[in-house]
C-alpha cells in the first residue's frame, strides 16, 4: 500500500501530530524530503512516529530563525500558521547516532494551537479540512502552463550557471514538477511559505513564474543601473 493510498479523507489524518519547525524547507504533497537528524529532541521525535502513525509536520519558524538555531527550547520560536505533513517511508541509522530518513509528502495542515506537552519535541492541533484537495493525485495539473515554468526555469539555470537533469524534468507530471521546483527554490522564508500556501497548483506554477522573474531582474546588470 503506497503512501497516498492509506490517505483518502482528512478522517484517515490524525488531529494532534509532531512538528519539525526548519526555515526554508517545505513539504508538499507526494513530494520527497530527505532529512538529517541528529539533535536528540528530534531524535526522541523519529522514534516516537515510528512507533506510531509515522506522521511528522514540517513548518516554518515565523522569523529568521535564530531561535531555533540556539537550540534552546526556552527560545522555541513563533510558528506560522500553515505546514506540510509527511509520512516517514525510510530511515537509516549511522554508527554516530544520527538519522537519515524520508519524508513522503501528504497533505499541508493549518495550526489550530501549539500544545503544551511533556515530550522535548513541539506538537500542534491541526487543522486538514482546507487543503483535502491534496489528497487527491494530481489535482489541478491539467491547469498548469507548463511551458511559461520551463522558459523560465532555463533562464535562470542559465544565468546562475546551473545544471540539471533535464531528461527527468520533461519525464515529471506538472505536480511533481511545480511541487519539487517549489520545494528546492533558493527563496526567502516569505517566499517559500507564499508557496506552500498557494491555493491551487496552478496558483503555485504562477507564483513560482513570479518570484523567479523578480530574481532574475535583480540579477540583471540593468536592475543596477540609475535611470
Not at 542559465?158 to 514538477?177: G, M, P
Not at 540579477?219 to 535611470?227: A, E, L, R
Request: include cysteine.
Amino acid at each position: 500500500m503506497g503512501t497516498g493510498d492509506q490517505y483518502r479523507t482528512i478522517a484517515d489524518l490524525p488531529p494532534v501530530i509532531p512538528v519539525f519547525p526548519l526555515a526554508g524547507v517545505l513539504l508538499l504533497p507526494r513530494t520527497q524530503l530527505p532529512l538529517n537528524i541528529f539533535e536528540p529532541r528530534y531524535l526522541d521525535m523519529v522514534d516516537d512516529v515510528l512507533a506510531g502513525r509515522r506522521i511528522i509536520g514540517m513548518i516554518q519558524p515565523a522569523d529568521d530563525a535564530a531561535a531555533l538555531a540556539s537550540g534552546d527550547l526556552a527560545l522555541a520560536p513563533p510558528l506560522v500558521s500553515v505546514g506540510g505533513a509527511g509520512r516517514v517511508t525510510s530511515f537509516t541509522e549511522t554508527g554516530d547516532g544520527r538519522l537519515f530518513i524520508t519524508l513522503s509528502g501528504i497533505s499541508r495542515f493549518r495550526v489550530v494551537e501549539e500544545l503544551s506537552v511533556a515530550t522535548p519535541y513541539r506538537q500542534c492541533e491541526v487543522d486538514w479540512s482546507a487543503y483535502v484537495d491534496d489528497l487527491v493525485p494530481g489535482f489541478g495539473q491539467d491547469d498548469v502552463e507548463r511551458a511559461r515554468l520551463l522558459e523560465i526555469l532555463t533562464e535562470y539555470l542559465k544565468v546562475n550557471n546551473l545544471q540539471v537533469d533535464w531528461r527527468a524534468i520533461h519525464s515529471s507530471s506538472n505536480e511533481a514538477l511545480v511541487n519539487s521546483l517549489s520545494m528546492v527554490s533558493p527563496f526567502g522564508l516569505k517566499e517559500k511559505q507564499a508557496l506552500l500556501e498557494a491555493r491551487t497548483l496552478e496558483d503555485r506554477n504562477q507564483m513560482l513564474i513570479a518570484i523567479t522573474e523578480v530574481a532574475l531582474a535583480q540579477t540583471s546588470p540593468s536592475s543596477s543601473t540609475v535611470q
